[in-house]
């Protein structure tokens, strides 16, 4: 297992959530890629976003079928600005790679959201560490473990 994967793995047995680490050769770095590899929906893949609002980074949750409306995600933390982070504000901020940023594991912890659309499943995927890792999870007990704030975050739904 690759080390930033077994260090997801490390922190969710800290927080007490059993999970098997999930690695695909082909690569999980896209929802599409991941929801394929997994054998699928493409809702049921998290997208780890990370955005940077009036200068704080942030950490959005969303639902592989969802675009994320700024505007949603800038009222939540009453930002005026809300842009995407580059890479390396991505890694500064969670430690990881864009492409597989997972939920939990940062260096420091970042204001988290989470897609309510996430919620409708019995079962969601997200990143482990790596643009090869996944592990599924309960999306509720994703919510309990991260601490997210659970909203509308999709683009074109009011």
Do not use: C
Not at 72 to 85: D, S
């Amino acid at each position: 297992m690759h080390p930033s994967a077994g260090r997801v793995a490390e922190t969710l047995q800290e927080l007490g959530v059993q999970v098997e680490i999930i690695e695909f050769p082909q690569g999980t770095r896209t929802a599409q890629d991941a929801a394929d590899a997994i054998g699928t929906s493409l809702g049921q893949i998290v997208k780890s976003l990370v955005f940077v609002a009036d200068g704080r980074p942030v950490l959005a949750l969303v639902s592989g079928v969802n675009r994320l409306d700024r505007d949603k995600l800038g009222r939540a933390m009453g930002a005026a600005r809300v842009r995407r982070a580059d890479a390396d504000a991505v890694r500064q901020a969670t430690g990881f790679a864009i492409g597989g940023v997972p939920p939990v594991g940062h260096p420091d912890p970042l204001p988290l959201f989470m897609d309510q659309d996430l919620m409708a499943y019995d079962l969601v995927y997200a990143a482990a560490g790596t643009p090869y890792a996944v592990f599924g999870i309960d999306p509720q007990r994703l919510q309990e473990v991260t601490g997210a704030t659970v909203l509308d975050l999709a683009e074109g739904k009011e």
